[in-house]
């Protein structure tokens, strides 16, 4: 059974960066792209960033392009976010997911999620 699991997360002045990472397990872990939504209170959760297997594309939210990157390790079954210029705007929990099928910017699509991590930029 494959396994998400992020961390990372925290509390962070407004301009401030964070690194979140997501670590896959699960001996049917295959070659997904995988990426990272956001879901602040009471709103939907919105697509941040997704990246292909081999890294070659990745993609970006506009609120988020300039500022944030997404790295991965695939060798150590990793994936990251590397945050920087945060704003409180940018509050929210964090998922890590792999496994899309269908339009890749819709949390529908994606098949594998992990449980979130909870990244607050204060003002």
């Known amino acids: 059974q494959v396994q998400l699991v992020e961390s990372g997360g925290g509390l962070v002045r407004a301009g401030g960066s964070l690194r979140l990472s997501c670590a896959a397990s699960g001996q049917t872990f295959g070659k997904y792209p995988w990426g990272w939504f956001r879901q602040a209170p009471g709103k939907g959760r919105d697509f941040v960033a997704a990246?292909?297997?081999?890294?070659?594309?990745?993609f970006y939210a506009d609120s988020v392009k300039g500022r944030f990157t997404i790295p991965s390790d695939t060798a150590k079954n990793m994936l990251y976010l590397q945050m920087t210029s945060l704003k409180p705007e940018d509050t929210a929990v964090y998922f890590c997911?792999?496994?899309?099928?269908?339009?890749?910017?819709?949390?529908?699509?994606?098949?594998?999620w992990g449980q979130g991590t909870q990244v607050t930029v204060s003002s």
């Open positions: 997911a792999a496994d899309p099928d269908g339009n890749w910017r819709s949390a529908d699509a994606w098949d594998l």
């Open positions: 990246i292909t297997w081999s890294g070659r594309d990745t």
